[in-house]
């Protein structure tokens, strides 16, 4: 059994060498990457694309403005920030696989750039894009500090950071509503469309580890985020938070 310390991270419930967690990831995300946009349709009933719609509105995108969607996966950030008349989107993700399906099904769009790269080390200068997002990509970083600094660095001065993550559900009932579905319905789900159970037990056990609204608020400052501010969306369920580099 592996013990609780600095060198140690949880991956879920369990709790891992910080130097395996990535390698963990890769794994959940290469074995998931072609069932992973239909599995977000099933298990969120399609909320997902509301949610997204919701980041993408707070952050009202301009033609001046080029965004970086960090942990971009398959690229649905990146593609509603165009339609919604931004410049260009780059998106930036560890996984290969994700990549590819995001280059397949959004191949006909003009100004979506993709880059394999980790968060926690983005290949590019400093001050470069008006705008940034990560849209469930937080909570699965091992060094999350490190992927905000990131973030922080390669935003221009007056550029602005929107975070789309899981949450903590206010009210009780449907708290215990959403914990019943997601604990006991989603993995068997993960199980019959992907063949990877764990992945999904992972990806909700990871939801309940990751930190709340007042605590991520905290940690945007503590890189440097100014008029930081957090939207409640589906009773908590999820949350943008917003910060600005000024
Ligand atoms: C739950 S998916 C979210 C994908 C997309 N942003 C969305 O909202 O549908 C999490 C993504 O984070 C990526 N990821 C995990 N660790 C990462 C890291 N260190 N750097 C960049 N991307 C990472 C995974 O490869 C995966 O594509």
């Not at 599995?39 to 403005?65: C, V």
């Not at 559900?169 to 993960?190: A, H, K, Q, T």
Request: include cysteine.
């Amino acid at each position: 059994m592996i013990n609780k310390n600095e060198d140690n991270i949880d991956f879920g419930y369990k709790v891992v060498k910080k130097t395996d967690k990535q390698k963990l990831i890769n794994k959940v995300f290469d074995s998931v990457a072609s069932k992973y946009d239909l599995m977000n349709d099933i298990t969120s009933f399609g909320i997902h694309r509301n949610w997204k719609n919701d980041l993408i509105n707070w952050l009202s995108p301009q033609q001046t403005q080029n965004l970086a969607d960090i942990a971009g996966g398959t690229g649905d950030i990146a593609q509603k920030f165009l339609l919604a008349g931004g410049n260009s989107a780059h998106v930036f993700d560890i996984n290969n696989e994700m990549i590819q399906v995001g280059q397949e099904k959004y191949k006909n769009l003009k100004n979506l750039k993709w880059t394999n790269a980790s968060a926690e080390n983005l290949p590019v200068d400093d001050n470069l894009f008006e705008r940034a997002t990560m849209s469930f990509g937080l909570r699965n970083i091992t060094n999350r500090k490190k992927s905000l600094h990131e973030i922080f660095r390669i935003l221009k001065p007056g550029g602005r950071f929107i975070c789309l993550e899981f949450n903590r559900v206010e009210n009780d009932i449907f708290r215990r509503l959403y914990d019943f579905w997601s604990f006991n319905i989603v993995p068997e789900i993960g199980e019959k469309i992907t063949g990877n159970k764990e992945a999904y037990t992972y990806l909700v056990e990871s939801i309940r580890k990751f930190p709340n609204q007042a605590e991520l608020s905290l940690m945007f400052a503590d890189v440097g985020f100014s008029r930081v501010k957090y939207r409640n969306l589906s009773n908590g369920l999820v949350s943008l938070h917003s910060g600005w580099k000024l």
